[in-house]
Protein backbone atom coordinates (compact mmCIF):
# COMPACT_ATOMS: atom_id res chain seq x y z
CA UNK A 1 0.00 0.00 0.00
CA UNK A 2 1.65 3.16 -0.87
CA UNK A 3 1.39 6.54 1.02
CA UNK A 4 -1.46 8.38 0.13
CA UNK A 5 -0.70 11.75 -2.22
CA UNK A 6 -3.05 13.32 0.25
CA UNK A 7 -0.21 13.37 3.06
CA UNK A 8 1.75 16.20 1.54
CA UNK A 9 1.00 20.09 1.33
CA UNK A 10 2.28 22.46 -0.41
CA UNK A 11 2.57 26.12 1.40
CA UNK A 12 2.98 29.57 -0.46
CA UNK A 13 6.70 29.85 -0.56
CA UNK A 14 8.11 32.51 -3.18
CA UNK A 15 11.96 31.90 -1.73
CA UNK A 16 12.39 27.83 -3.08
CA UNK A 17 11.53 26.11 -6.11
CA UNK A 18 9.09 23.73 -6.15
CA UNK A 19 11.51 21.02 -6.41
CA UNK A 20 13.00 22.02 -3.30
CA UNK A 21 9.60 22.32 -1.81
CA UNK A 22 8.73 18.97 -2.21
CA UNK A 23 11.97 17.40 -1.13
CA UNK A 24 11.55 19.26 1.94
CA UNK A 25 7.57 18.15 2.22
CA UNK A 26 9.44 14.41 1.86
CA UNK A 27 12.11 15.16 4.27
CA UNK A 28 10.00 16.40 6.95
CA UNK A 29 7.80 13.44 6.95
CA UNK A 30 10.53 11.19 7.08
CA UNK A 31 12.26 12.70 9.89
CA UNK A 32 9.56 12.80 11.91
CA UNK A 33 8.29 9.32 11.41
CA UNK A 34 4.80 9.62 9.40
CA UNK A 35 6.68 8.16 6.64
CA UNK A 36 8.75 4.95 7.76
CA UNK A 37 11.54 2.70 6.11
CA UNK A 38 10.40 0.92 3.39
CA UNK A 39 6.61 2.72 2.49
CA UNK A 40 6.15 3.25 -0.91
CA UNK A 41 5.76 6.52 -1.67
CA UNK A 42 2.65 8.24 -3.56
CA UNK A 43 3.60 7.08 -7.86
CA UNK A 44 5.04 10.74 -9.26
CA UNK A 45 2.25 10.72 -11.03
CA UNK A 46 -0.53 11.41 -8.29
CA UNK A 47 1.76 13.20 -6.56
CA UNK A 48 1.54 15.56 -9.28
CA UNK A 49 -1.74 16.01 -9.60
CA UNK A 50 -2.64 16.04 -6.45
CA UNK A 51 0.04 19.11 -5.51
CA UNK A 52 -0.54 20.61 -9.32
CA UNK A 53 2.79 20.95 -10.79
CA UNK A 54 4.22 18.94 -14.04
CA UNK A 55 5.07 15.59 -13.27
CA UNK A 56 8.61 16.01 -14.20
CA UNK A 57 9.15 18.53 -10.96
CA UNK A 58 8.40 15.61 -9.04
CA UNK A 59 10.47 12.97 -10.51
CA UNK A 60 13.69 15.32 -10.21
CA UNK A 61 12.34 16.12 -6.29
CA UNK A 62 12.61 12.25 -5.88
CA UNK A 63 15.54 11.79 -7.82
CA UNK A 64 17.69 14.21 -5.57
CA UNK A 65 16.20 12.03 -3.13
CA UNK A 66 17.71 9.50 -3.67
CA UNK A 67 20.62 10.53 -4.21
CA UNK A 68 20.59 12.11 -0.38
CA UNK A 69 19.55 8.57 0.59
CA UNK A 70 16.17 9.63 1.95
CA UNK A 71 14.29 7.31 -0.92
CA UNK A 72 15.46 4.12 -3.11
CA UNK A 73 14.66 3.12 -6.54
CA UNK A 74 13.02 -0.11 -7.24
CA UNK A 75 12.64 -0.85 -10.52
CA UNK A 76 8.98 -0.51 -12.23
CA UNK A 77 7.97 -0.97 -8.29
CA UNK A 78 8.22 3.27 -7.94
CA UNK A 79 10.26 5.05 -4.92
CA UNK A 80 9.95 3.94 -0.95
CA UNK A 81 11.73 5.21 2.18
CA UNK A 82 15.19 3.97 2.26
CA UNK A 83 15.90 1.64 5.34
CA UNK A 84 18.95 3.67 6.13
CA UNK A 85 17.05 7.52 5.64
CA UNK A 86 17.89 9.93 8.26
CA UNK A 87 15.86 9.87 11.50
CA UNK A 88 15.52 12.08 14.64
CA UNK A 89 16.10 10.31 17.98
CA UNK A 90 13.02 10.28 20.44
CA UNK A 91 13.72 10.99 24.00
CA UNK A 92 10.61 10.52 26.48
CA UNK A 93 10.54 14.24 28.16
CA UNK A 94 8.82 15.16 30.99
CA UNK A 95 6.25 17.48 31.29
CA UNK A 96 7.43 21.03 31.70
CA UNK A 97 5.28 23.14 34.60
CA UNK A 98 4.67 25.97 34.64
CA UNK A 99 5.40 26.79 37.75
CA UNK A 100 9.07 25.85 37.73
CA UNK A 101 9.92 27.98 34.70
CA UNK A 102 13.72 30.44 35.66
CA UNK A 103 12.21 34.21 36.54
CA UNK A 104 14.66 35.50 33.65
CA UNK A 105 13.77 39.07 34.61
CA UNK A 106 16.08 38.05 37.93
CA UNK A 107 18.12 35.52 35.66
CA UNK A 108 19.80 38.24 32.88
CA UNK A 109 22.82 39.77 34.10
CA UNK A 110 23.00 42.06 31.11
CA UNK A 111 20.63 43.24 29.20
CA UNK A 112 21.05 44.34 25.18
CA UNK A 113 17.42 44.76 23.71
CA UNK A 114 16.66 47.84 25.26
CA UNK A 115 17.27 50.43 22.83
CA UNK A 116 15.57 52.97 20.28
CA UNK A 117 14.54 51.04 16.96
CA UNK A 118 14.45 52.78 13.73
CA UNK A 119 11.31 52.42 12.18
CA UNK A 120 11.53 49.80 9.68
CA UNK A 121 9.13 47.05 9.22
CA UNK A 122 11.28 43.93 8.17
CA UNK A 123 8.70 43.52 5.18
CA UNK A 124 9.92 46.73 3.98
CA UNK A 125 9.55 45.30 0.25
CA UNK A 126 6.11 45.06 0.62
CA UNK A 127 5.90 49.13 0.98
CA UNK A 128 5.44 51.30 -2.27
CA UNK A 129 7.93 53.94 -1.18
CA UNK A 130 10.42 52.49 0.64
CA UNK A 131 12.89 55.40 1.58
CA UNK A 132 14.73 53.54 4.12
CA UNK A 133 18.73 53.40 4.17
CA UNK A 134 21.00 50.32 4.11
CA UNK A 135 19.04 48.08 2.05
CA UNK A 136 20.13 46.53 -1.53
CA UNK A 137 18.06 47.12 -4.98
CA UNK A 138 18.09 43.60 -6.31
CA UNK A 139 17.74 45.42 -9.61
CA UNK A 140 21.14 46.58 -9.19
CA UNK A 141 23.30 43.95 -8.08
CA UNK A 142 25.03 40.98 -10.38
CA UNK A 143 23.35 37.77 -9.56
CA UNK A 144 24.75 35.76 -12.54
CA UNK A 145 28.20 36.52 -11.83
CA UNK A 146 27.64 36.75 -8.43
CA UNK A 147 26.61 32.76 -8.63
CA UNK A 148 29.23 32.16 -10.95
CA UNK A 149 31.95 33.00 -8.15
CA UNK A 150 29.58 30.87 -5.66
CA UNK A 151 30.01 27.95 -8.17
CA UNK A 152 33.43 28.50 -8.16
CA UNK A 153 34.42 28.71 -4.95
CA UNK A 154 32.58 25.50 -3.99
CA UNK A 155 34.39 23.57 -6.69
CA UNK A 156 37.15 21.22 -7.06
CA UNK A 157 39.82 23.18 -6.35
CA UNK A 158 38.73 25.45 -3.63
CA UNK A 159 36.94 22.77 -1.83
CA UNK A 160 39.94 21.47 0.47
CA UNK A 161 40.80 25.00 1.18
CA UNK A 162 36.54 25.75 2.14
CA UNK A 163 36.52 22.70 3.88
CA UNK A 164 39.56 23.34 6.15
CA UNK A 165 39.14 25.26 9.48
CA UNK A 166 40.88 28.13 9.27
CA UNK A 167 41.33 28.82 13.29
CA UNK A 168 42.46 32.74 13.47
CA UNK A 169 43.31 33.36 9.44
CA UNK A 170 41.24 34.50 6.49
CA UNK A 171 41.44 33.80 3.14
CA UNK A 172 44.29 34.62 1.69
CA UNK A 173 43.08 35.12 -1.67
CA UNK A 174 40.76 38.22 -0.21
CA UNK A 175 43.55 39.55 1.87
CA UNK A 176 45.39 39.55 -1.57
CA UNK A 177 42.81 41.77 -2.80
CA UNK A 178 42.22 44.03 -0.23
CA UNK A 179 45.60 44.91 0.14
CA UNK A 180 46.85 45.26 -3.41
CA UNK A 181 43.13 46.94 -4.87
CA UNK A 182 40.69 48.55 -1.84
CA UNK A 183 43.13 49.83 0.23
CA UNK A 184 45.56 52.14 -2.38
CA UNK A 185 42.09 53.75 -3.74
CA UNK A 186 41.65 55.32 0.03
CA UNK A 187 46.10 55.93 -0.23
CA UNK A 188 46.71 53.02 2.23
CA UNK A 189 49.49 50.67 2.38
CA UNK A 190 49.48 47.69 4.61
CA UNK A 191 50.87 44.49 5.12
CA UNK A 192 48.71 41.14 5.59
CA UNK A 193 49.32 41.11 9.46
CA UNK A 194 47.94 44.58 9.91
CA UNK A 195 44.03 43.07 8.48
CA UNK A 196 41.41 41.30 9.41
CA UNK A 197 38.12 40.01 8.33
CA UNK A 198 35.35 40.80 9.77
CA UNK A 199 31.57 39.61 10.20
CA UNK A 200 30.49 43.66 8.36
CA UNK A 201 31.54 46.70 10.05
CA UNK A 202 29.42 46.71 13.11
CA UNK A 203 31.30 43.60 14.06
CA UNK A 204 34.51 45.42 13.39
CA UNK A 205 33.66 48.43 15.79
CA UNK A 206 32.52 45.63 18.45
CA UNK A 207 35.86 44.24 18.30
CA UNK A 208 37.81 47.83 18.40
CA UNK A 209 35.70 48.79 21.25
CA UNK A 210 36.53 46.00 23.50
CA UNK A 211 40.35 45.22 23.04
CA UNK A 212 40.56 49.60 23.56
CA UNK A 213 37.48 50.29 26.15
CA UNK A 214 37.54 49.88 29.91
CA UNK A 215 35.18 51.58 32.71
CA UNK A 216 38.40 53.60 33.12
CA UNK A 217 38.46 55.03 29.85
CA UNK A 218 36.91 57.79 27.77
CA UNK A 219 35.65 57.26 23.88
CA UNK A 220 34.51 60.14 21.63
CA UNK A 221 31.34 59.45 19.25
CA UNK A 222 29.80 61.70 17.15
CA UNK A 223 26.14 63.64 17.87
CA UNK A 224 24.25 62.25 15.67
CA UNK A 225 26.28 58.72 15.03
CA UNK A 226 24.98 55.50 14.32
CA UNK A 227 22.84 53.75 16.81
CA UNK A 228 24.85 51.24 16.97
CA UNK A 229 28.13 52.11 18.01
CA UNK A 230 26.35 53.65 20.73
CA UNK A 231 24.71 50.74 21.98
CA UNK A 232 28.31 48.56 21.79
CA UNK A 233 30.09 51.67 24.01
CA UNK A 234 27.32 51.32 26.54
CA UNK A 235 27.92 47.43 26.94
CA UNK A 236 31.83 48.33 27.14
CA UNK A 237 30.72 51.02 30.60
CA UNK A 238 33.33 53.75 29.23
CA UNK A 239 33.26 56.83 29.70
CA UNK A 240 31.23 58.24 26.61
CA UNK A 241 31.17 61.69 25.59
CA UNK A 242 29.15 62.95 22.39
CA UNK A 243 30.55 65.95 20.41
CA UNK A 244 28.46 67.43 17.92
CA UNK A 245 29.31 67.39 14.32
CA UNK A 246 28.74 70.61 11.90
CA UNK A 247 28.85 71.36 8.39
CA UNK A 248 32.27 69.82 7.87
CA UNK A 249 31.60 66.60 10.39
CA UNK A 250 33.78 66.50 13.85
CA UNK A 251 35.11 69.62 14.96
CA UNK A 252 38.60 68.84 16.63
CA UNK A 253 38.76 71.70 18.29
CA UNK A 254 35.51 70.71 20.36
CA UNK A 255 37.53 67.53 21.95
CA UNK A 256 37.60 67.08 25.61
CA UNK A 257 41.02 67.63 27.27
CA UNK A 258 40.75 63.97 28.12
CA UNK A 259 39.74 61.13 25.97
CA UNK A 260 41.13 57.84 25.12
CA UNK A 261 39.47 56.52 21.83
CA UNK A 262 37.52 59.04 18.88
CA UNK A 263 35.44 57.09 16.48
CA UNK A 264 34.63 59.58 13.25
CA UNK A 265 32.96 58.75 9.82
CA UNK A 266 35.08 61.35 7.75
CA UNK A 267 34.07 60.02 4.62
CA UNK A 268 30.37 60.37 5.04
CA UNK A 269 29.30 61.27 8.36
CA UNK A 270 26.57 58.67 9.60
CA UNK A 271 23.93 60.53 9.17
CA UNK A 272 24.05 63.72 7.76
CA UNK A 273 26.58 62.63 4.86
CA UNK A 274 28.84 65.55 5.74
CA UNK A 275 32.35 64.93 4.83
CA UNK A 276 35.65 66.01 6.86
CA UNK A 277 37.95 68.82 4.83
CA UNK A 278 41.58 67.77 4.51
CA UNK A 279 42.66 69.82 6.95
CA UNK A 280 40.08 69.18 9.38
CA UNK A 281 41.31 65.29 9.15
CA UNK A 282 45.33 66.80 9.63
CA UNK A 283 44.37 68.74 12.86
CA UNK A 284 42.61 65.33 14.18
CA UNK A 285 45.47 63.40 13.82
CA UNK A 286 47.98 66.37 14.99
CA UNK A 287 45.37 66.12 18.59
CA UNK A 288 46.16 62.28 18.41
CA UNK A 289 49.87 62.43 18.22
CA UNK A 290 50.13 65.09 20.96
CA UNK A 291 48.03 63.53 22.90
CA UNK A 292 48.12 59.94 22.63
CA UNK A 293 44.21 59.28 21.52
CA UNK A 294 43.48 56.72 19.11
CA UNK A 295 41.21 57.38 16.38
CA UNK A 296 38.82 54.53 15.01
CA UNK A 297 37.90 55.34 10.82
CA UNK A 298 34.61 54.15 9.84
CA UNK A 299 34.92 54.65 6.15
CA UNK A 300 31.61 54.87 5.45
CA UNK A 301 30.14 54.90 2.10
CA UNK A 302 33.46 55.94 0.46
CA UNK A 303 33.09 54.07 -2.92
CA UNK A 304 29.43 56.22 -3.39
CA UNK A 305 31.21 59.45 -3.66
CA UNK A 306 30.10 60.53 -7.16
CA UNK A 307 29.66 63.81 -6.77
CA UNK A 308 33.18 64.62 -6.44
CA UNK A 309 36.21 62.33 -5.80
CA UNK A 310 36.70 61.02 -2.45
CA UNK A 311 38.87 62.64 0.10
CA UNK A 312 41.34 60.34 1.15
CA UNK A 313 41.17 58.78 4.31
CA UNK A 314 42.34 59.34 7.74
CA UNK A 315 44.47 56.36 8.03
CA UNK A 316 46.42 57.41 4.80
CA UNK A 317 47.22 60.32 6.33
CA UNK A 318 48.39 58.74 9.18
CA UNK A 319 51.78 59.06 10.22
CA UNK A 320 51.89 57.45 13.97
CA UNK A 321 49.47 54.59 13.37
CA UNK A 322 47.66 56.47 15.62
CA UNK A 323 44.14 55.27 13.17
CA UNK A 324 42.57 52.00 12.97
CA UNK A 325 40.47 51.88 9.96
CA UNK A 326 37.37 50.03 9.53
CA UNK A 327 35.64 49.24 5.60
CA UNK A 328 33.33 47.02 4.37
CA UNK A 329 31.67 45.31 1.46
CA UNK A 330 27.61 45.55 2.98
CA UNK A 331 27.21 48.83 1.21
CA UNK A 332 28.75 48.26 -2.03
CA UNK A 333 27.10 44.54 -2.74
CA UNK A 334 24.55 43.57 -0.47
CA UNK A 335 23.96 44.39 3.44
CA UNK A 336 23.33 40.17 3.47
CA UNK A 337 26.78 39.95 2.61
CA UNK A 338 28.05 40.72 6.36
CA UNK A 339 31.92 40.78 5.65
CA UNK A 340 34.12 43.35 6.58
CA UNK A 341 37.91 44.28 7.32
CA UNK A 342 40.04 45.98 10.06
CA UNK A 343 43.32 47.78 9.11
CA UNK A 344 45.44 48.04 12.02
CA UNK A 345 48.92 48.52 13.05
CA UNK A 346 50.21 44.49 13.83
CA UNK A 347 49.62 44.51 18.12
CA UNK A 348 46.48 45.90 17.93
CA UNK A 349 45.31 43.17 15.41
CA UNK A 350 47.10 40.75 16.99
CA UNK A 351 44.73 41.00 19.62
CA UNK A 352 41.85 41.23 17.74
CA UNK A 353 42.43 38.15 16.00
CA UNK A 354 42.59 36.35 19.30
CA UNK A 355 39.32 37.80 20.03
CA UNK A 356 37.62 36.96 17.23
CA UNK A 357 38.31 33.16 17.33
CA UNK A 358 36.99 33.21 20.68
CA UNK A 359 33.54 34.34 19.31
CA UNK A 360 33.58 33.03 15.36
CA UNK A 361 37.20 31.99 14.57
CA UNK A 362 37.00 33.27 10.73
CA UNK A 363 33.64 34.31 8.55
CA UNK A 364 32.57 31.62 7.15
CA UNK A 365 35.67 30.44 4.15
CA UNK A 366 32.75 29.59 1.55
CA UNK A 367 31.91 33.35 1.50
CA UNK A 368 35.27 35.05 1.81
CA UNK A 369 36.28 32.73 -1.17
CA UNK A 370 33.00 33.77 -3.41
CA UNK A 371 33.61 37.61 -2.77
CA UNK A 372 37.64 36.88 -3.44
CA UNK A 373 36.41 35.49 -6.83
CA UNK A 374 33.32 38.53 -7.22
CA UNK A 375 36.24 41.29 -6.45
CA UNK A 376 39.24 39.80 -8.37
CA UNK A 377 37.41 39.26 -11.33
CA UNK A 378 36.47 42.96 -11.93
CA UNK A 379 32.61 42.10 -11.00
CA UNK A 380 32.68 44.41 -7.66
CA UNK A 381 34.71 47.07 -10.28
CA UNK A 382 31.50 47.16 -12.34
CA UNK A 383 28.73 46.90 -9.48
CA UNK A 384 30.02 50.16 -7.73
CA UNK A 385 30.33 52.25 -11.39
CA UNK A 386 26.51 50.86 -12.01
CA UNK A 387 25.45 51.99 -8.61
CA UNK A 388 26.93 55.60 -8.85
CA UNK A 389 25.49 56.00 -12.22
CA UNK A 390 21.89 54.95 -10.97
CA UNK A 391 22.30 56.95 -7.40
CA UNK A 392 23.34 60.05 -9.47
CA UNK A 393 19.99 59.86 -11.52
CA UNK A 394 17.95 59.03 -8.40
CA UNK A 395 19.53 61.89 -6.33
CA UNK A 396 18.33 64.14 -9.01
CA UNK A 397 15.17 63.41 -9.19
CA UNK A 398 15.15 63.45 -5.57
CA UNK A 399 16.64 66.79 -5.22
CA UNK A 400 14.18 68.04 -7.49
CA UNK A 401 10.98 66.22 -6.24
CA UNK A 402 12.02 68.01 -2.81
CA UNK A 403 12.56 71.30 -4.13
CA UNK A 404 9.41 71.31 -6.02
CA UNK A 405 7.37 70.10 -2.72
CA UNK A 406 9.41 72.23 -0.19
CA UNK A 407 10.96 69.54 1.75
CA UNK A 408 14.11 71.05 3.57
CA UNK A 409 17.92 68.85 3.44
CA UNK A 410 19.92 69.44 7.05
CA UNK A 411 22.48 71.10 4.88
CA UNK A 412 23.96 70.05 1.61
CA UNK A 413 27.56 68.85 2.58
CA UNK A 414 28.12 65.60 0.28
CA UNK A 415 30.40 63.81 -1.87
CA UNK A 416 27.50 61.26 -2.55
CA UNK A 417 26.18 58.86 -0.73
CA UNK A 418 22.78 56.91 -0.39
CA UNK A 419 20.65 59.80 1.85
CA UNK A 420 19.96 62.68 2.38
CA UNK A 421 19.31 64.13 6.18
CA UNK A 422 16.29 66.34 6.54
CA UNK A 423 15.18 68.76 8.93
CA UNK A 424 11.28 68.78 9.27
CA UNK A 425 9.14 72.25 10.12
CA UNK A 426 9.48 73.35 13.51
CA UNK A 427 7.40 71.08 15.84
CA UNK A 428 6.84 68.67 14.09
CA UNK A 429 8.67 65.46 15.76
CA UNK A 430 10.10 62.98 13.18
CA UNK A 431 8.87 59.74 14.34
CA UNK A 432 4.93 60.69 14.26
CA UNK A 433 5.78 61.66 10.66
CA UNK A 434 7.18 57.98 10.17
CA UNK A 435 4.02 56.23 11.64
CA UNK A 436 1.71 58.17 9.68
CA UNK A 437 3.45 57.74 6.70
CA UNK A 438 3.73 54.07 6.69
CA UNK A 439 0.22 53.71 6.93
CA UNK A 440 0.50 55.73 3.47
CA UNK A 441 3.11 52.77 2.05
CA UNK A 442 5.86 55.67 2.94
CA UNK A 443 8.73 54.84 4.85
CA UNK A 444 11.45 57.30 6.20
CA UNK A 445 14.13 56.60 8.61
CA UNK A 446 12.98 59.23 11.62
CA UNK A 447 16.14 60.66 13.22
CA UNK A 448 15.70 60.66 17.03
CA UNK A 449 17.72 56.75 17.36
CA UNK A 450 20.80 58.53 16.05
CA UNK A 451 20.93 61.48 18.85
CA UNK A 452 22.33 60.77 22.29
CA UNK A 453 20.37 60.31 25.33
CA UNK A 454 19.36 63.84 26.62
CA UNK A 455 20.64 65.42 23.20
CA UNK A 456 17.92 64.05 20.80
CA UNK A 457 16.58 66.45 18.17
CA UNK A 458 13.13 65.00 17.04
CA UNK A 459 12.79 67.10 13.58
CA UNK A 460 15.54 65.45 11.55
CA UNK A 461 14.53 62.10 9.47
CA UNK A 462 16.51 60.33 6.91
CA UNK A 463 15.51 59.46 3.30
CA UNK A 464 17.74 57.18 1.41
CA UNK A 465 17.09 56.26 -2.30
CA UNK A 466 19.31 53.24 -2.68
CA UNK A 467 15.72 51.00 -2.10
CA UNK A 468 13.53 52.57 -4.24
CA UNK A 469 12.88 52.86 -8.12
CA UNK A 470 13.29 56.06 -9.66
CA UNK A 471 10.07 56.07 -10.77
CA UNK A 472 8.45 56.29 -7.51
CA UNK A 473 10.16 58.83 -5.82
CA UNK A 474 7.93 61.52 -7.14
CA UNK A 475 4.87 60.56 -5.76
CA UNK A 476 6.92 59.51 -2.69
CA UNK A 477 8.24 62.59 -2.12
CA UNK A 478 4.97 64.49 -2.23
CA UNK A 479 3.17 62.07 -0.11
CA UNK A 480 5.90 62.93 2.50
CA UNK A 481 5.28 66.76 1.96
CA UNK A 482 1.45 65.62 2.49
CA UNK A 483 1.84 64.08 5.69
CA UNK A 484 4.11 66.94 7.18
CA UNK A 485 1.87 69.36 6.12
CA UNK A 486 -1.39 67.27 8.26
CA UNK A 487 0.73 66.64 11.33
CA UNK A 488 1.48 70.24 11.19
CA UNK A 489 -2.17 71.15 11.39
CA UNK A 490 -2.87 68.61 13.89
CA UNK A 491 -0.66 70.44 16.51
CA UNK A 492 -0.95 74.10 15.02
Not at 163 to 168: G, I, L, P, S
Not at 216 to 240: D, S
Not at 314 to 331: E, R
Request: proline share 7%.
Amino acid sequence: MAIPAETFFLQPDNETTLQQQIQRLVVEAILSGRCLPGEKMPSTRKLADHLGVARITVTIAYTELVSNEYLVSKGRSGYFVAQTAPSRPKFDLPDQEEDGQIDWSRAIGQRFSQHVPLVRPSNWQDYKYPFIYGQSDPRLFDHHNWRNCALRAVGRKDFDILATDYYERDDPMLVEFILRQILPRRGITARPEEILITMGAQHALWITAQILLTQRRTAVIENPCFPGLRQILNQTRCNTVSVDVDAAGLPPENLPDTLDVVFTTPSHHCPSNATMPVSRRHRLLELAARKGFVIVEDDYEFEISFLKSPSPALKSLDPTGSVIYVGSFSKSLFPGLRLGYLVASEPFIREARALRSLVLRHPPGLIQRTAAYFLSLGHYDAQIARMGRIYRKRRSIMEECMSENGLSQSGQFTFGGSSFWMKAPEGIDSSELALKLQQAGVLIEPGRAFFANGLERPGFYRLAYSSIASVRIPEGISLIAKGIDEVGSKHA
